[in-house]
T-cell receptor
Framework: GDSVTQMEGPVTLSEEAFLTINCTYT??????LFWYVQYPGEGLQLLLK?????DKGSNKGFEATYRKETTSFHLEKGSVQVSDSAVYFC??????????FGAGTTVTVRA | DGGITQSPKYLFRKEGQNVTLSCEQN?????MYWYRQDPGQGLRLIYY???????QKGDIAEGYSVSREKKESFPLTVTSAQKNPTAFYLC?????????????FGSGTQLSVL
C-alpha cells in the first residue's frame, strides 16, 4: 500500500539556518504529494503541494520538488525563523480520497 | 469565516463510557474525515465520508463509529470497545473533487481517559 517515510526529529536549528526535511514515498500510480504544517495546539494546514513529476511546490519561503526517479519530496527553506517552529508532515494521495501521512518531524528554531 | 469547528477542545472519558466528538464545517465540502494523532505516529485515518448518508472505514476503525446525516456534520463516537482512546483527534474536509485537493483541518479534540 501507499506509505510515506520522513526523517525523524526532533530538529533544532538557529534562526537563519538552512532547513531540510527528507521525505520519500511508496505508491502505485502517480500520487499527488503534500507538505502540511501543524503549529502547537492546532490542526494541520497545507504548506505546499505538487501534483506531477518535476513540479515544485512553494510557499512562505519553503520549497519541495516532486522527484519521481528518487520517489522523494524533500522540504527545504533557506533561512528559518522562530515562527517556523512546528511539526511538518509529508503526505501523499494516489487514487482516492485518502491521504497517507508520514510520522511528522518536529522543528524548533531558536533565536 | 468558513472553516471547520471541532468541539470540545478537551474531553475526558470514564471506563465503559461512550463519548462523541463534534465536527461541523461550513465550507460546503462533500468529503469529511476523522484522523487520530498519536505522538511519533503521524495521522491515521479512522473513517471518511465522501457524501451524505455514506461513510467508509479507514485504517483504524475498530472501536469507533460515525454518522453523516447532514453535509455539514460528521460526529465521531469513541465507544467503550476502544481500549486505548487517549489521542488527539482531527477532523478534516475537502471538496472531494480528486486526489490533488487539499484537506482543511479543524483545531482538534484531545481525548483523555480518567
Amino acid at each position: 500500500g501507499d506509505s510515506v517515510t520522513q526523517m525523524e526529529g526532533p530538529v533544532t536549528l538557529s534562526e537563519e539556518a538552512f532547513l531540510t526535511i527528507n521525505c520519500t514515498y511508496t505508491a502505485t500510480g502517480y500520487p499527488s504529494l503534500f507538505w502540511y504544517v501543524q503549529y502547537p495546539g492546532e490542526g494541520l494546514q497545507l504548506l505546499l503541494k505538487a501534483t506531477k513529476a518535476d513540479d515544485k511546490g512553494s510557499n512562505k519561503g519553503f520549497e519541495a520538488t516532486y522527484r519521481k526517479e528518487t520517489t522523494s519530496f524533500h522540504l527545504e527553506k533557506g533561512s528559518v525563523q522562530v515562527s517556523d517552529s512546528a511539526v511538518y508532515f509529508c503526505a501523499l494521495n494516489s487514487n482516492d480520497y485518502k491521504l497517507s501521512f508520514g510520522a511528522g518531524t518536529t522543528v524548533t528554531v531558536r533565536a | 469565516d468558513g472553516g471547520i469547528t471541532q468541539s470540545p477542545k478537551y474531553l475526558f472519558r470514564k471506563e465503559g463510557q461512550n463519548v462523541t466528538l463534534s465536527c461541523e464545517q461550513n465550507l460546503n465540502h462533500d468529503a469529511m474525515y476523522w484522523y487520530r494523532q498519536d505522538p511519533g505516529q503521524g495521522l491515521r485515518l479512522i473513517y471518511y465520508s465522501q457524501i451524505v448518508n455514506d461513510f467508509q472505514k479507514g485504517d483504524i476503525a475498530e472501536g469507533y463509529s460515525v454518522s453523516r446525516e447532514k453535509k455539514e456534520s460528521f460526529p465521531l463516537t469513541v465507544t467503550s470497545a476502544q481500549k486505548n482512546p487517549t489521542a488527539f483527534y482531527l477532523c478534516a474536509s475537502s471538496s472531494g473533487q480528486g486526489s490533488n485537493e487539499k484537506l482543511f483541518f479543524g483545531s482538534g479534540t484531545q481525548l483523555s481517559v480518567l
